[in-house]
């Protein structure tokens, strides 16, 4: 499944639960030799490493200088093929279209109305609602995907799974919820447990968060 052993410089995001989550979601896909696929958000490269040793084409994105290093450094270790690009998807990608495209966003509610523009919370602060890069991936889908391609994405319950399906059915995608997991708090959700109740995000004495991996199609 994932690589292991994978290098990860200073305060770029390892993979866990929400990473393994989405491996198991792309290895249940047929993906064609060859196959053109994007990762939104490499962090290590760990999702974009495994379907690059499955013989797909892989471009890998991330806004983080420290995650683009990691994730080259770790191809390089393996020997495999892998392009990793710097910057916003939405510009990298410029015009390109995709067999598949694996996003594992920020997600994380927060209290401040705008994604941080530097350090670790990069990696999984997504605003109020924790949706502000979630939309973004939405709203592009559409201009990203090949016919019949697809979307995996993976992000919190929290975030409302029926607004991210809503919201790829009016961008003409058909999408389902294909898989869940319930895994313990980690220490950002444990350090702002205070501000998630009193936002609704959560239960009083709650500790597990729930993971979904939202598959869409391009029609």
């Known amino acids: 499944m994932l690589p292991t052993g994978l290098l990860a410089l200073p305060g770029v995001y390892r993979p866990q639960a929400d990473t393994e ?10 993906v064609r030799p060859a196959a053109e696929i994007l990762e939104i958000g490499t962090g290590t490269g760990a999702l974009a ?7 797909a084409c ?20 393996r ?10 998807f939405t510009t ?4 390109r279209r995709y067999d598949v495209v694996l996003a594992n966003p920020p997600y994380v509610p927060a209290p401040n109305r705008w994604l941080p523009s530097r350090g670790a919370a990069r990696a999984w602060d997504a605003g109020p609602d924790g949706r502000l890069v979630i939309d973004r991936i939405c709203a592009s889908a559409p201009a990203l995907l090949r016919p019949g391609g697809i979307l995996l994405m993976v992000h919190s319950a929290m ?53 979904v991996i939202i598959r869409a199609e391009a029609l």
């Open 21 to 30: 989550l989405l491996a198991h979601a792309l290895a249940a896909e047929r």
């Open 49 to 55: 490493l495994s379907a690059a040793g499955r013989g």
């Open 58 to 77: 892989v471009t890998a994105v991330d806004i983080s200088w420290r995650a683009v290093t990691t994730a080259r450094l770790n191809a390089l270790q």
């Open 79 to 88: 020997r495999l093929p892998l392009r990793v690009l710097h910057g916003d």
């Open 92 to 95: 990298c990608t410029n015009g």
């Open 159 to 211: 975030c409302d799974a029926d607004s991210t399906l809503e919201r790829l059915s009016r961008a003409r995608l058909a999408g389902q919820v294909t898989a869940w997991a319930r895994v313990p708090w980690g220490p950002v959700l444990r350090g702002r447990r205070a501000w998630l109740q009193h936002q609704g995000f959560a239960d009083v004495g709650e500790d597990q968060e729930e993971l």
